[in-house]
T-cell receptor
Framework: TQLLEQSPQFLSIQEGENLTVYCNSSSVFSSLQWYRQEPGEGPVLLVTVVTGGEVKKLKRLTFQFGDARKDSSLHITAAQPGDTGLYLC????????????FGTGTRLKVLA | KAGVTQTPRYLIKTRGQQVTLSCSPI?????VSWYQQTPGQGLQFLFEYFSETQRNKGNFPGRFSGRQFSNSRSEMNVSTLELGDSALYLC?????????????FGPGTRLTVT
């Protein structure tokens, strides 16, 4: 069974604090995607990382793909209330077709 | 470019009934995947359709079925609804070939079974 574990599950922080969300698996992924989902809406794609060791920045968000392509992290600098939401990672396994393994999710609340 | 659309957005059904949900993918995308999202189980993969053929399937009972039309639009059907089927149903589209593996989600259909 392929699993993608995210930690922490829940996070409540004050505006301006930094945080890191982790996504870990024993499987090797062709790529990994991060999504943010707000209540009652579908997940919105934030970034895709493809190469082992790759680091991508999206304003205050920094995404890193592990060297072995089994894990990833999302770091938010100076969190704002607008960052509140459910963060999901999704590993992609490409073997003829694409198989998506979704993480368990991290629910972030940023307090003003 | 228009995003993924799903209809209806909200639905209330009674146990034992059946329901059909619809998804229109992004123009040019040939792959449509369906997911069930609940607070307890997270995002669970139902099935994927590519060029009108089911290409992948998750571990859901046969009450859950789907199809895809020649214009890539997809429908999902749930028969004999159970209370546990209450969930947010999401569809995601992608090109489905080559290096184009990124999935884009629709807003979802919130199904409540009473």
């Amino acid at each position: 069974t392929q699993l993608l574990e995210q930690s922490p599950q829940f996070l409540s922080i004050q505006e301006g604090e930094n945080l890191t969300v982790y996504c870990n698996s024993s499987s090797v992924f062709s790529s990994l995607q991060w999504y943010r989902q707000e209540p009652g809406e579908g997940p919105v794609l934030l970034v895709t990382v493809v190469t082992g060791g790759e680091v991508k920045k999206l304003k205050r968000l920094t995404f890193q793909f592990g060297d072995a392509r089994k894990d990833s992290s999302l770091h938010i600098t100076a969190a704002q209330p607008g960052d509140t939401g459910l963060y999901l990672c999704a590993g992609v396994i490409a073997s003829g077709t694409y198989k998506y393994i979704f993480g368990t999710g991290t629910r972030l609340k940023v307090l003003a | 470019k228009a995003g993924v659309t799903q209809t209806p957005r909200y639905l209330i059904k009674t146990r034992g009934q059946q329901v059909t949900l619809s998804c229109s993918p992004i123009s040019g995308h040939r792959s449509v995947s369906w997911y069930q999202q609940t607070p307890g189980q997270g995002l669970q993969f139902l099935f994927e359709y590519f060029s009108e053929t089911q290409r992948n399937k998750g571990n859901f009972p046969g009450r859950f079925s789907g199809r895809q039309f020649s214009n890539s639009r997809s429908e999902m059907n749930v028969s004999t609804l159970e209370l546990g089927d209450s969930a947010l149903y999401l569809c995601a589209s992608s090109k489905g070939t080559g290096d184009s593996y990124e999935q884009y989600f629709g807003p979802g259909t919130r199904l409540t079974v009473t």
